[in-house]
């Protein structure tokens, strides 16, 4: 049974990845596929991954057992240490999956008609396979290091799409931006990954996310070590403060890539491995309460700036991150249910609500009609606040926070000085001339 | 205040310039289209588009490498080219330059080849890295090619080198200027330059999100305060404030100098940033800079003519400055000394109105918008606010004073006054060709010549460098002209032909008219029409048919324009509201509650929460609106669509106390509108049916909407006014009362309202009950005759969409019902990419002819017409409107990223205004990528069935169709009534055109000829069966 089962969780990972080697290998050698084939192709790789998860659910369900833990074999192993390909499937990786996959394939089907004769319409389908694979790595990762995986594939497919209309100067300024917060992240996470081989000797998730195994396992302090930079991890991915100034900057690519990123999954992979790493969280008291603050006031933050942002996209960016850091509170809480039915549905809606963006004028002749145009019906509350208060607020909200600002001011001045007085330094041992210099 | 050098006149009469030159597209919802160049419309085409190169760096005309895609594809021929350079060369042409070869042989080369002229780093990449030296080009003339291939590679390589040395060897004489980038240096670009920082990414951050939440209709749930007393004072109010955190450091300087300007007006402000950078503060620089030779003003060639003439001031005028910031009288006393602002010709702009200029235009879209909020403040669609370009500017140059202060302190470390910056710039002078450079074009020109370097070898020095300098002479621009009107030419040529050589087949006596819209996208309706039932008659008019009304639909919030975008409506009609009772009242509102309340509470965040805990439901509209886009539209459409209870519609109404605007029409005014268009269509006998057609098009997920719509209702949709002038042509009193005036409607003629969707190919008519009995039968069989032929006008449009092929009539209607209904469909419908031509004429000369829906159908008589009156009319209300449509698409189809929005994929709705590129951008006008991609960027070409006197005498007094023929933005043509013969206007006279090659005839339908082909097709005489049986007979 657990053969059958290895079989169909491979035949709902495999398409993605094979639909990734194929377009990479042959624009590698400068022979990108035609449209035509890559619509093909990636028509052929959806149906066959949610195949996949159907088949995998229907077996789940056939031999109940609650928990599968599928073993592909090890990377390499050194004495004590080993790296495993390991996959985990309970009932919410599977229905994250699930909700990953179909998500994936519906953005797909809208991707092939919408991005019709653009330029880069096959390395846009490369780019979407390796987030297809990465996320579905994350849904189902049982080690670290098919954590870590997946977590790679996906911010780098993000930020090359954020890139993806490279021609202009802004998408590549935001690519790179994210790119860098994401480098935040995937350290964050590898440093995990080296706390938790060194603490556990393996990269076992289940030993660190489970209830039942890791309270022998790991130390308070320990636990509590590997718990921060999880969040901080989830922090960066998700685009919690004081990292959310990139989010809106992200809204550079083709509509339903930001839509499926931004809306549905990407955000939503940090929140998903809070749930998951749930067990770890309970003994770290200090992570869940700094989550719990972090998260609210988010929230609130996001809530504001989204109210104040005259651009659809922008305020569906924020909007969308209230809720998300709201379901980061709600796991800070120990409201797991919630927040898993809270995080499926905000996917599948922001989804819907961003792929409609540019109908919003549509939208807005039908429901204008009658007396009471809609703006003069929100904002009701803002309206009682002093006069003061409410221009601050504004502008406060309309900047995002100054958030931009204040990492130029706080963080990267400060390492750049640091950097820059380093290199003079160097320079000065070595004898070296700045390069460029005139 | 400090004295101040640039006097507060001069500067509102030079944004007064200014303004003129910004895009003029108002709110997105409502799209015109125009030329974006209407400014330039006063000049030659060609100086025109030159200019705009200069002013803005637009590019004039494809690149040449496009222009040799077309020639190899045979939209352009050799002889094309052989005729444009033939007649701009005149005699000049056959001077022999080396042995062998002509002036014109070598510019004829020249063009239909091409050098890609490489400089600098390329240039040495094409000659190091590449087999530019060891292999002859591959496009050399087939006759030495083949004496190169009886070459060894070595061989080759040795000549190859021989001629390269040859010409870097007579390379280094005399000395030619780089064309450099012709757009006015901003500070900022010498900032970027010198240090790697872009001043705009900082200023523009702010300026974006402060001018998109400030003219905001309602994306943002808060309404920004402060914006009651314009631009400049909600500005500073909110940047000035204290408490507010972590500004980025460039902005703290920017926030000193808000706080330091707050109490200024805003034309103060504007001075005071002047000064400050330097630009007024000494006298001297002012001065000299003035009369300092612009580098690249040779580059445009004649027609200088003064950019802001005197009328540029009487629009100028219009721009009233808010009371907060300039008082009336002063205003007036800019507008009284209209026409002295002489300093303001390209070559002695002072460097502060360059300055000023680049730096406003910066974010031409975003000013343009500010500029047409301040002359149409009821432009704005939801929430009227007040805006002056004025003030935008000033906040803009306020944030841009902050951002160079801090940048040229800062990071490059420069001190005194930023204008500085420039005048090192300029006193660097031009650069120079390298040799090397030089050389590159003169090698291979020699190549695509055929030339020898033993032939070369033996010329004398002198021989070379007139050589050479022909070739730097003709430049790529001059390059592109000719092949641009080559490319035209051989359209022309093309559409003349088929034009005299088609013989019209007889047609029956007509059972029914149809009288539609002039708009190209009609034609093919028209012609699949004509052959599924010949017993029709169709008529083309401007689709607002002579209403120019304000039309106010039941569920719209207010009244919008149905006419031209010019023409300024007096009448006002209005669908009577539906009134809803009891239970239905409360449906009604409990409907409107939840479409506006359940957007909302997406964005907020308990609602938000709330509602995404049962937003797993969304999956399911999301599967079956992308997997399935047609099926939503099958089960709630079914066509014909019948519109049986709409609200009816207030005809006739009383004089209103509106100024300006009135209820409804009075008779005689009914009984003008509809004898202005039965003569002017000449409509003189009338059928028992008449079908009157307006038109609009739906689609999902598509801010431009609006853009596929009427032209000429404004750019809405167009079914209200066919409804409207059939209501009028029904009335018996307007029928009495033109019975009187000579035009007689047979008392059981019934005209009927309908509308055509262009993308889904369907047509719903209007108050198909009031139809009398007697005309219901008939009217049963003419809708099916219609929707056969909608279904085949559905299959020839389908063929120019991508990845799709084969459908048959009823599957091609089912897919372009699909696009319309499509989340995912960028491209529901191609719009006017196909236009090119317009006739107007009888349609009697046109019937059966496959015009490739490329062409304007205006019908006109001219046998009822001697004087020309209703020809003038005509031609005054159609011309210019088909001329703005194939301007739009011309130059956004040659310079997308100047004159059009680029692709659609990730624009971003922005104050429901307009819409940017991904997270923030500029606010983009004009077309997008996706509609442009098959467009032939021709000039319109109008043929004209009329004498030619009358033409020539319509030329002569209308000064706007004067302005448009002679200074070349369209073609005239004329045809003569009664023979085929056909005159071309061109240099003030008519010439004569022959036709060319026999015109092709296909049939039974034109299906036969567009079948399986996906590309534009040549025109064809469509042969019915039925007609060839007879002829042979």
């Not at chain 1, 590997?226 to 998700?238: D, E, G, R, Y």
């Not at chain 1, 922008?314 to 909007?319: D, E, I, L």
């Not at chain 2, 092949?483 to 019209?504: D, G, I």
Request: aromatic share 8%; proline share 5%; with cysteine.
């Amino acid at each position: 049974m657990s053969t059958l089962l290895s079989f169909s969780v491979l035949l709902c990972l495999l398409p993605p990845a094979i639909s990734a080697v194929i377009l990479g290998s042959s624009m590698l050698v400068a022979r990108p596929p035609s449209e035509r084939v890559v619509d093909r192709l990636v028509r052929w790789v959806m149906v066959a991954s949610v195949l996949g998860v159907a088949c995998t659910g229907a077996l789940a369900l056939a031999f109940p057992g609650g928990r599968h833990v599928l073993d592909y074999g090890e990377l390499f192993s050194t004495g004590h240490g080993k790296f495993s390909i390991r996959l985990y499937l309970d009932t919410i990786s599977l229905i994250f999956l699930a909700l990953a996959t179909t998500l994936c394939g519906v953005v797909a089907a809208f991707s092939s008609r919408y991005l019709q004769r653009e330029p880069g319409y096959a390395r846009y389908f490369l780019l979407f396979s390796i987030f297809t694979s990465g996320i579905q790595l994350i849904a189902l990762a049982g080690s670290i290091e098919v954590l870590f995986a997946g977590w790679e594939l996906l911010g780098l497919s993000s930020a090359l799409l954020v890139a993806f209309f490279h021609e202009r100067r802004s998408p590549v300024a935001n690519g790179l931006r994210v790119f860098t917060v994401y480098r935040i992240s995937d350290a964050a996470l590898l440093m995990a990954a080296v706390l938790v081989h060194h603490e556990v000797g393996s990269g076992d998730l289940l030993l660190v996310f489970s209830s039942d195994a890791a309270g022998g396992e790991l130390s308070q302090a320990s636990a509590t070590w590997i718990a921060s930079l999880l969040f901080l991890a989830v922090a960066c991915k998700s685009a919690l403060l004081p990292f959310s100034g990139w989010l809106p900057r992200a809204m550079e690519g083709p509509t339903p890539s930001s839509a499926v990123y931004y809306g549905a999954l990407s955000v939503h992979a940090g929140c998903y491995l809070l749930l998951r790493a749930a067990p770890l969280l309970e003994q770290a008291p200090v992570v869940r309460g700094v989550a719990l603050i972090v998260g609210l006031s988010t929230a609130v933050y996001a809530t504001f700036v989204a109210r104040a942002q005259a651009d659809v996209k922008s305020s569906m960016a924020f909007a969308s991150l209230s809720q998300v850091s709201l379901i980061v509170s709600e796991i800070a809480l120990g409201w797991y249910r919630i927040a898993f039915v809270h995080l499926i549905g905000h996917a599948c809606f922001r989804l819907l609500q961003l792929l409609m963006a540019p109908n919003i004028l549509k939208d807005f002749e039908q429901s204008s009609a009658g007396e009471a145009a809609p703006i003069e019906l929100r904002g009701r509350q803002y309206s009682f606040l002093p006069q003061r208060l409410r221009r601050w607020l504004f502008v406060y909200a309309l900047e995002r926070g100054f958030l931009d600002g204040l990492i130029e001011r706080s963080v990267v001045r400060p390492f750049l000085k640091v950097v820059g007085a380093l290199d003079a330094f160097d320079r000065l041992l070595c004898g070296h001339k700045k390069p460029g210099g005139k | 205040m400090p004295s101040q050098v640039v006097d507060r006149r001069t500067l509102l009469q030079c944004i007064a310039g200014f303004a003129r030159l910004l895009p003029t597209q108002g709110p997105i919802g409502v799209f015109v289209h125009h030329n974006p160049l209407h400014a330039f419309e006063d000049s030659p085409f060609e100086s025109a588009v030159l200019e705009a190169k200069q002013l803005f760096g637009f590019e004039p005309y494809w690149p040449h490498a496009r222009y040799i895609q077309e020639y190899s594809a045979g939209r352009i021929t050799l002889e094309d080219i052989r005729e444009v350079i033939g007649r701009d060369l005149g005699s000049a042409g056959d001077e022999e330059l080396l042995e062998g070869l002509s002036r014109r042989v070598l510019l004829e080369r020249l063009c239909a080849h091409g050098i890609n002229e490489a400089r600098g780093a390329e240039l040495k990449w094409l000659l190091e890295e590449t087999d530019a030296l060891k292999e002859y080009r591959k496009d050399i003339l087939s006759s030495s090619q083949e004496l190169k291939r009886r070459l060894r590679p070595s061989e080759r390589e040795v000549q190859l080198n021989q001629l390269w040395q040859l010409c870097l060897k007579h390379a280094g004489e005399g000395e030619v200027a780089k064309p450099t980038n012709p757009r006015p240096e901003r500070l900022r670009d010498i900032i970027l330059e010198r240090s790697g920082v872009d001043t705009d990414e900082w200023v523009h951050g702010v300026l974006i999100r402060f001018i998109s939440a400030y003219l905001d209709q309602g994306i943002a749930y808060w309404p920004m305060p402060e914006r009651g007393r314009g631009i400049w004072h909600c500005f500073t109010q909110l940047f000035a404030q204290p408490g507010l955190p972590g500004f980025e450091p460039w902005f703290v300087s920017a926030r000193r100098r808000i706080r330091q300007f707050i109490e200024f007006d805003p034309a103060d402000a504007l001075i005071a940033v002047l000064e400050e950078l330097g630009y007024a503060s000494s006298g001297n620089f002012y001065e000299e800079n003035s009369a300092a030779p612009r580098l690249a003003a040779d580059q445009v060639e004649g027609g200088r003519e003064q950019l802001f003439g005197a009328d540029a001031l009487a629009t100028g005028a219009e721009l009233s400055i808010e009371p907060s910031s300039a008082s009336h009288s002063e205003l007036e006393a800019v507008s009284v000394r209209a026409g002295h602002v002489a300093f303001l010709q390209l070559d002695t702009e002072p460097p502060w109105s360059v300055f000023l200029r680049s730096s406003l235009f910066a974010l031409s879209g975003w000013a343009g918008m500010v500029h047409q909020v301040e002359k149409h403040r009821d432009c704005l669609p939801y929430v009227t606010v007040q805006a002056a370009l004025l003030e935008f500017l000033a906040v803009r140059m306020v944030l841009e004073l902050g951002a160079l202060e801090y940048a040229g302190r800062e990071i490059l470390g420069y001190t005194g006054p930023l204008a500085g910056l420039e005048e090192e710039k300029r006193a660097e002078g031009p650069s120079l060709l390298a040799p090397e450079e030089r050389a590159w074009l003169t090698f291979n020109a020699s190549q695509i010549c055929g030339l020898e370097s033993a032939v070369l070898s033996t010329i004398s020095p002198e021989k070379f460098i007139e050589f050479e300098r022909e070739i730097l002479q003709f430049t790529d621009e001059r390059r592109r002209w000719v092949m641009h009107r080559a490319f035209e030419l051989r359209f022309r040529k093309r559409a003349y032909s088929a034009l005299l050589q088609h013989t019209p087949p007889e047609s029956p006596e007509p059972g029914y008219q149809l009288l539609a819209c002039i708009d190209d996208r009609e034609e093919s309706l028209r012609r699949h029409l004509e052959e599924v039932d010949p017993h029709v008659e169709t008529y083309g008019y401007a689709g607002f048919f002579g209403v120019a009304m304000y039309f106010h639909e039941a569920d719209h919030a207010r009244p919008m324009a149905r006419c031209p975008a010019p023409v300024h409506p007096e009448h006002i009609i209005r669908e009577a509201p539906e009134h809803h009772e009891g239970a239905e009242e409360i449906a009604h509102r409990a409907a409107d509650l939840v479409r506006t309340g359940g957007r909302w509470s997406g964005m907020t965040l308990v609602r938000g929460a709330l509602l995404s805990l049962f937003g797993s439901v969304a999956l399911i509209p999301l599967i079956f609106r992308v997997l399935f886009p047609g099926m939503r539209n099958r089960t709630l459409h079914r066509h014909p669509v019948e519109i049986a209870h709409e609200p009816e519609v207030l005809l006739e109404g009383e004089e209103s106390a509106q100024a300006g605007v009135h209820e409804g029409y009075s008779l005689d005014e009914m009984v003008e509108v509809v004898s202005g268009v039965l003569l002017g269509a000449g409509m003189t006998r009338l059928s028992p049916l008449v079908v009157v057609l307006g038109h609009t098009a739906t689609s999902v997920n598509n801010p431009h909407q609006s853009a596929y719509a009427c032209g000429a209702c404004g750019g809405m949709r167009g079914g209200a006014n066919a409804r409207v002038f059939a209501a009028m042509a029904n009335r018996a009193a307007v029928r009495e009362r033109l019975s009187e005036v000579g035009i007689n409607i047979p008392e059981d003629t019934w005209f009927i309202g309908g509308e055509h969707d262009t993308t889904r190919d369907s047509v719903a008519f209007y108050d198909v009950e009031a139809l009398p009995a007697a005309r219901r039968a008939q009217f049963a069989e003419v809708r099916e005759k219609l929707e056969t032929a909608l279904e085949r006008n559905a299959q020839e449009r389908a063929r120019r969409f991508p990845r799709v092929s084969g459908l048959s009539p009823a599957e091609a209607r089912a897919h372009v019902e699909g696009r319309s209904a499509d989340l995912a469909q960028p491209r529901p419908e191609y719009n006017h990419a196909t236009n090119a031509l317009a006739v107007i004429g009888r349609r009697a000369r046109t019937r059966g002819l496959f015009l490739d829906r490329r062409a304007f159908l205006v019908s006109y008589d001219p046998e009822n017409d001697a004087g020309g009156a209703i020809l003038a009319k005509l031609m005054s209300a159609a011309v210019p409107v088909a001329a703005g449509i194939n301007l739009e698409y011309l130059f956004g189809t040659i310079d997308n990223r100047g004159h059009g929005s680029g692709t659609k994929l990730p624009h971003n709705v922005a104050s429901l205004l307009g819409v940017m590129n991904g997270a923030q951008s500029d606010l983009l006008t004009g077309l997008w990528a996706q509609t442009v991609e098959i467009h032939e960027p021709v000039r319109l070409s109008v043929v004209v069935e009329a004498e030619r006197s009358v033409v020539e005498r319509l030329i002569q007094t209308q000064p706007g169709l004067r302005r448009l023929v002679v200074n070349q933005w369209i073609f005239l043509a004329v045809l003569d009534p009664s023979s085929s013969r056909l005159w071309e206007y061109a240099d003030g006279g008519f010439h004569a055109y022959e036709a060319e090659q026999p015109l092709p005839k296909v049939g039974p339908s034109s299906a036969a000829w567009y079948q399986g082909k996906s590309g534009y097709l040549p025109f064809a005489s469509i042969i019915r069966p039925g007609a060839e049986l007879e002829a042979q007979a």
